[in-house]
């Protein structure tokens, strides 16, 4: 996890929250930093976590995960960690063999069998609803936008979304964090759609933006908590996000 | 081995002849170690007086350096040689004459197209051990994959004929899914998309999203860059969109992201834009506008001030 946004979030794995709905936006840049943080985060907080990875493949995040600290094939084994590899889902969908009648394939709405994610949800449900001995509940989902790409639509999106928020935060006082890509001038308003609902619905919306000048070597993007007053810039390191006052990089310096 | 999937009338037959031939370590280094040796002589004797501080900035390098690697650069003039190209297992994939897909695939709701490619690409992967699956397999190699004009009409896909096309998943639906075998498997591909063409700027920004390298070119040709003489000697613009993120928060980012490529007689290079000195006769007086600018201020009684409308005042 990153030491610096825990600070400046005034979080610790020692006291997750509970019941709490996070958005990760990103524009212009790639926040998927936020994702490897907050995954490795709750796995240090000993929680339950289900994470949806839907853009990358798990060797991807178990390789940055090490480098954060966490090793996420092992929490796997131990069953702290249900992972779904979006990608492996789809080509067993669709090049597999004929689906067994009592596990269905998450993924399923993509051959369009069915319009809805209730696939989707159940998995999510199922997962998290085992009694363990961990903590709170999270779903980390990486990231939404893709869903729509492959032809859910953003009503349908948004309904499960919901049904994941009242079950993991409201039912089992757990927590969800999502990633959403979006930009300004963006002409994909079915994703535009999307995260300004959703923005509406959380009770914590972190966003990481390319910077407006341009590209820079040593000020990766800027980072903002919505409603906060105060803008951070980072730069990404090969183990750790550095974040600093806006101004204040230390090639400036 | 290699792989190139084509969608379009032009067969393996018509491309292969057309390869340009690879340049190799020893000859075309040589030539460029020689001439940037000569460079760096030259340079040590000057030293800086004035812009003392530049003097140990490292010299800008605008075209590729001494060190050549195999596969990146190739003479335009000369044809890859028959025997390179007959060494390597080649396959195509050619949509008219591929049989009718089969009922299985009736159930993917995509575009029947691309549904036969992906099912061409994974039963070459399979069969040809890309995946692992055969142990006893000696030699690793990766399989490459080439498809051209990605979303044109060519291949059954109306994305780039309408700004609501009637199926608008089907091309995301087959990157996500070329996506995953490709992550599966020890290959790599490389598409080409005719984005002039693509209207729905949102199915743009949906494939950016699912790729992992976006790579733009902007050609000089028919656009009033054409005559700007600041961009006489390229002929076209490079632009990174995006570049991988693999296994690391960091990804390999180059210090520059304005580049240019020139076709020259014997090579197709990639370079640093940088603009030439202005040395017209203009540079350092004001400008038309700025005499008029002035003109009104003096009018006004604003005599400081319409020296001359530039931010220095000396």
Redesign the interface.
């Known amino acids: 996890m990153l030491a610096e946004l825990n600070e400046l979030l005034g979080a610790a794995p020692e006291r997750p929250d509970a019941g709490k709905f996070t958005l990760l936006r990103d524009t212009r840049t790639d926040g998927s930093f936020l994702v490897h943080h907050f995954l490795s985060f709750y796995l240090r907080a000993g929680c339950k976590v289900c994470f949806v990875a839907l853009l990358q493949s798990f060797s991807h995040y178990n390789i940055v995960a090490q480098k954060l600290g966490v090793n996420l094939a092992a929490a796997k084994e131990q069953g702290q960690l249900v992972f779904l590899e979006g990608l492996q889902s789809c080509l067993d969908l669709l090049f597999g063999e004929e689906e067994q009648p009592g596990q269905p394939n998450p993924l399923q709405f993509v051959s369009g069998s069915t319009p809805e994610l209730r696939a989707l949800f159940d998995f999510v449900r199922v997962s998290l609803s085992a009694a363990d001995s961990w903590k709170g509940p999270v779903l980390l989902v990486d990231d939404l936008s893709v869903l729509l790409s492959l032809g859910a639509a953003p009503v349908a999106v948004l309904d499960f979304i919901h049904y994941c928020r009242v079950y993991v935060c409201c039912q089992l006082k757990g927590n969800v964090v999502v990633l959403v890509h979006s930009n300004e001038d963006s002409e994909d308003e079915e994703n535009e759609l999307v995260v300004n609902s959703l923005c509406h619905h959380s009770d914590l919306i972190l966003w990481a933006e390319g910077l407006a000048t341009g590209f820079c070597k040593d000020v990766h993007g800027q980072a903002a908590e919505q409603d906060l007053v105060q803008t951070y810039q980072y730069k990404i390191q090969d183990r750790n996000v550095s974040f600093f006052a806006p101004g204040l990089s230390a090639a400036v310096l | 081995m290699g792989v190139i999937k084509l969608g379009q009338e032009t067969s393996l037959h018509f491309i292969l002849p057309e390869l340009p031939a690879p340049l190799l370590n020893d000859s075309h280094g040589k030539e460029l170690g020689d001439e940037a040796a000569a460079v760096k002589s030259e340079d040590f004797q000057d030293s800086m007086k004035i812009a003392w501080r530049y003097q140990n900035l490292p010299k800008m390098e605008v075209s590729p350096t001494t060190h050549t690697k195999f596969g990146h650069y190739y003479d335009i003039s000369k044809k890859m040689s028959p025997e390179l190209c007959q060494s390597v297992k080649l396959h195509s994939f050619y949509l008219h004459e591929e049989l009718p897909f089969e009922p299985k695939m009736k159930?993917?709701?995509m575009n029947s197209g691309y549904a036969r490619l992906?099912q061409s690409i994974?039963r070459i992967i399979s069969q040809e051990g890309f995946d692992g699956s055969d142990p006893q397999q000696k030699q690793r190699n990766v399989l490459r994959i080439g498809i051209q004009s990605l979303g044109s009409v060519l291949w059954g896909d109306d994305v780039c004929c309408s700004d609501t096309p009637e199926d608008p998943?089907s091309l995301?639906?087959f990157?996500?899914?070329l996506?995953?075998?490709l992550?599966?498997s020890l290959s790599a591909c490389i598409i080409t998309m005719p984005a002039h063409l693509i209207q729905?700027?949102?199915i743009m920004?949906?494939v950016a999203?699912?790729s992992d390298m976006v790579v733009g070119l902007e050609s000089f040709i028919g656009s009033e860059r054409e005559t700007n003489p600041l961009y006489k000697d390229y002929h076209g613009l490079v632009h990174v969109h995006q570049i991988p993120?693999?296994?690391?928060?960091?990804?390999d980012?180059s210090?520059t992201?304005d580049l240019a490529f020139r076709l020259k007689r014997k090579q197709f290079t990639i370079e640093r834009l940088h603009l030439p000195p202005d040395l017209s006769d203009t540079v350092s007086r004001a400008s038309k506008q700025d005499l008029a600018g002035s003109a009104k201020l003096l009018s006004s009684g604003c005599g400081a001030m319409a020296i001359g409308k530039k931010h220095l005042d000396f």
């Not at chain 2, 993120?245 to 990804?251: H, K, M, T, V, Y």
């Open positions: 159930t993917w709701n992906l994974q998943h995301t639906k990157l996500y899914v996506r995953g075998l992550r599966k729905n700027k949102a920004e949906r999203n699912l993120r693999l296994n690391s928060l960091i990804c980012v210090d992201k």
